[in-house]
């Protein structure tokens, strides 16, 4: 799965949260200052041409919807960083987590949970 840029990134993010929206509903969707129409028209079929966003055609408008989950797409980023960064070691990846992001105790604590859920799921 190619990346994408940070400006096609934001630009999924909002794809995402709409579902599927009209050019006018993705500007509107910016933040101030907005990205000029072209930004955003360059940006979509960039996209369209990675496959991450394609169209349906209502007279001279055009209804964008995302091809790719949101989850896929990220969950292809953290195998790619595990892979990449931390010699395919999940435990690395963890570890380097767990201590350079100051995390809390009990946001700790709640990650030792979801941990802990994932373990009894796969031991059935």
Same mark, same amino acid.
């Given at each position: &799965?190619?990346?994408?840029?940070?400006?096609?990134?934001?630009? &999924?993010?909002?794809?995402?949260?709409?579902?599927?929206?009209? &050019?006018?509903?993705?500007?509107?969707?910016?933040?101030?200052?907005?990205?000029?129409?072209? *930004?955003?028209?360059?940006?979509?079929?960039?996209? %369209?041409?990675?496959?991450?966003?394609?169209?349906?055609?209502?007279?001279?408008?055009?209804?964008?919807?995302?091809?790719?989950? !949101?989850?896929?797409?990220?969950? !292809?980023?953290?195998?790619?960083?595990?892979?990449?960064?931390?010699?395919?070691?999940?435990?690395?990846?963890?570890?380097?987590?767990?201590?350079? *992001?100051?995390?809390?105790?009990?946001?700790?604590?709640?990650?030792?949970? %979801?941990?802990?859920?994932? %373990?009894?799921?796969? !031991?059935?």
């Amino acid at each position: &799965m190619t990346q994408l840029t940070n400006a096609e990134e934001q630009l &999924m993010e909002h794809l995402w949260k709409l579902e599927k929206a009209f &050019m006018k509903d993705l500007l509107e969707a910016y933040p101030e200052p907005k990205p000029a129409t072209t *930004t955003v028209a360059t940006l979509l079929k960039r996209m %369209i041409d990675k496959k991450f966003v394609a169209y349906n055609e209502f007279g001279n408008s055009r209804e964008y919807y995302p091809l790719v989950k !949101k989850t896929t797409y990220f969950s !292809k980023h953290v195998n790619g960083l595990i892979s990449n960064f931390f010699n395919n070691s999940a435990s690395q990846f963890a570890s380097f987590f767990t201590t350079e *992001t100051n995390l809390s105790a009990s946001e700790l604590e709640d990650l030792k949970k %979801i941990i802990d859920s994932e %373990i009894q799921k796969k !031991k059935k």
